[in-house]
């Protein structure tokens, strides 16, 4: 019987590029996937820990980092521990993510307080809708969004919002993938395979 893992989405907020923050993020153990993203924060990191020591430990790391000029290269981190899965992408990988570049990829985070029957049945029955995490923290929901336009993205903001329960949407598009279920890729852009991890307990 496997032990229980302590699964965290994990938001990252930059000060500048910081390529040697980047390389510790696609190779260290504990991390995932990573999503290079455009607006608050920097990046999302899917990482999995045994126990809290390792995650407080890892955030430590990360906020180490600094820029060439010694300015901190991490400005602020976010956790978020995940409680439950709703919907997952079961065959998917970085290949998949290569291949729709050309369309709107996004993570968009719900704050609803009440009524999450509503809000679930409304993203659970939607194809744009490719992930939908419980989380603990800032939000209640983690939802990955991949579109072929924009006018996706503003119909499902209108049905969200006719709920009335929803007090807070922030989303964040997706820049660049580049790390994802453990798999990388390398600087001519072929496909690396680090590691598997025999737990396959990925959300995202």
Known sequence: MLKRVLHGLIFIQTWGECDEL?????????????????????????????????LEQWIARVRAFKLDSGVPAVLATQSNKVIAVYKRKEDFSLKNYREIRDRNHMFMMINNPTNDAALLALLEELPTVHSILHVQGVHSFMVELIME???NFRELLTKIKALGTVQHIETQEV??????????????????????????????
């Open 22 to 54: 980047l390389q510790f993020l696609k190779g260290n153990e504990f991390v995932f996937s990573v999503f290079h993203i455009m607006g608050r924060h920097s990046y999302l990191v899917d990482a999995l820990f045994d126990q809290k020591d390792e």
């Open 149 to 151: 336009d924009y006018e």
């Open 175 to 204: 820049i660049n993938v580049h790390k994802y279920r453990n798999t990388i890729l390398d600087e001519k852009g072929e496909l690396v395979v680090p590691k598997q991890d025999i737990r396959e307990l990925f959300a995202l």
